[in-house]
């Protein structure tokens, strides 16, 4: 993707509705346990990370007019603190086997650069002042066998420690939808 692509990106926004099967948010999804220092002290809280579908915009068309055109982000991540997933199962707008959701002011989001490049969604106490990357390298952890391998072959003892070497070069926080 050249600069001139990322400019016409279309990342979920503030008013988009969204669809998660239920069954993703099972007791077979096993959550990530996201770290963070806040106010001089160690912060940890489990999240539950799956994909969402976008079924309607707030300003438009979902589908792109031509198939070919992926700078509209039809699908995306989202985490979901796992003490607040039953507040977000009341967000629904029908029940069944699907959860049905507006994206409002209540979520959060991080994404790869201001163009909305890799963008997913965050549910949680905002009062969790946690980075963005961090939700990265929680879900690095989740599938730890595979980066462990690699991450000894650079000649690190961990992903986890590759990840708190490289974190003073990385780190934007998550945003607030508006």
Request: charged content about 30%; overall charge negative.
């Amino acid at each position: 993707m050249d600069s001139s692509d990322d400019l016409k990106y279309s990342a979920v926004a503030h008013g988009d509705t969204i669809l998660i099967e239920e069954s993703a948010l099972g007791p077979d999804n096993q959550p990530i346990k996201i770290e963070w220092k806040q106010q001089f002290g160690e912060r940890r809280a489990d999240y539950i990370e799956t994909g969402f579908k976008v079924v309607e915009r707030a300003k438009g068309e979902v589908e792109p007019a031509n198939p070919a055109d992926h700078s509209i982000q039809t699908e995306g991540r989202i985490f979901i603190q796992a003490s607040m997933l039953e507040d977000f199962k009341k967000k629904t707008l029908a029940d069944r086997i699907k959860f049905v959701i507006v994206v409002n002011g209540e979520f959060m989001y991080g994404q790869k650069d201001q163009t909305g490049v890799g963008r997913f969604i965050v549910f949680h106490d905002k009062k969790n002042d946690t980075f963005q990357h961090r939700f990265i390298q929680g879900v690095a952890m989740k599938y730890a066998e595979k980066a462990r391998d690699v991450a000894e072959q650079l000649g690190f003892s961990s992903p986890r420690n590759m990840m708190n070497e490289l974190r003073g070069i990385l780190g934007d926080r998550l945003h607030t939808f508006q």
